[in-house]
């Protein structure tokens, strides 16, 4: 790396006390008239326990379908993904709740409260109720829900909402926490006040997290570490992000300038 972290590795490292590994991942799907469309194409990245590493690319990289294979939804054409050293379909069965993702939409179920909500995980691993309710009372408390335990999805703001889907994916304990452009879809202002708040309820646990976004900003705040992608997927460069970068106006700027370029260099041709 370059003096001040900011330096492009172009080969993603092995690193110890590793907790993902993707290797010379491939993914490819047919669209409606038959045409194959390559998603991922030939990715190998590590994450290390406790990292919280940003992905980054132009519309079209295929960053969520790979979001996909890692939680076993899908399943690659070629490569393989590894959590603890053990292929990603063995530890996604035998370790249920241990992966949790939050997507953009917060998909909670309008017939539940919030407190049964962030409890649905919970009873979907078949803790029993009166602990899971704890444990979900004990999230809407963190995420500043506690008076609304009762309330209806419809009863919520949307930056309301999205708290109760981060309670939902604490709860359970996780050790990997996928980010699918978790904050994009509240206005600047709420996701501002959600990503400061989940910063610090993610500082307080030993989770890794991984997070998808098209904000250079929010990888900058959240991220250790930023992969960018090009697209189809495919890692152009690694950006490490000091500590204090995102205070550092001048550093995050240099950051941001460097992500920009090499995503543009990454879009896949029109």
């Not at 008239?33 to 991922?40: I, N, P, R, S, Y």
């Not at 996780?174 to 400061?196: I, W």
Request: glycine share 8%.
């Amino acid at each position: 790396m370059a003096a001040g972290g900011t330096g492009v590795n172009h080969q993603a490292a092995d690193a110890p006390a590793c907790k993902l590994t993707v290797a010379r991942a491939r993914k490819s799907f047919h669209q409606a008239g038959g045409d194959e469309v390559l998603a991922v194409a030939d990715v190998s990245f590590s994450v290390r326990t406790g990292e919280y590493v940003a992905i980054v690319g132009p519309t079209g990289a295929g960053k969520s379908v790979l979001f996909d294979c890692l939680l076993g939804l899908k399943r690659l054409d070629g490569g393989e993904i590894r959590i603890d050293n053990r292929p990603v379909e063995n530890f996604v069965r035998e370790k249920r709740g241990c992966i949790t993702r939050i997507f953009q939409e917060d998909r909670l179920l309008p017939w539940l409260s919030a407190l049964d909500n962030a409890a649905f995980g919970l009873q979907v691993q078949g803790v029993p109720e009166q602990e899971r309710r704890d444990r979900a009372a004990r999230w809407l408390d963190a995420v500043g829900l506690g008076g609304f335990k009762n309330a209806l999805p419809r009863e919520l703001s949307g930056g309301m909402r999205q708290r109760v889907n981060i309670a939902r994916a604490f709860a359970p304990n996780p050790e990997l926490v996928l980010l699918d452009e978790a904050f994009s879809a509240l206005d600047d202002v709420t996701a501002s006040r959600l990503r400061g708040d989940f910063k610090k309820l993610a500082q307080s646990q030993s989770t890794t997290f991984l997070i998808v976004t098209h904000s250079i900003d929010e990888a900058i705040f959240l991220a250790n570490r930023i992969l960018v992608f090009g697209a189809p997927a495919r890692l152009m460069a690694e950006i490490a992000v000091p500590n204090g970068a995102w205070e550092d106006r001048a550093l995050s700027d240099r950051i941001k300038e460097q992500v920009r370029s090499l995503i543009a260099a990454g879009a896949r041709p029109h």
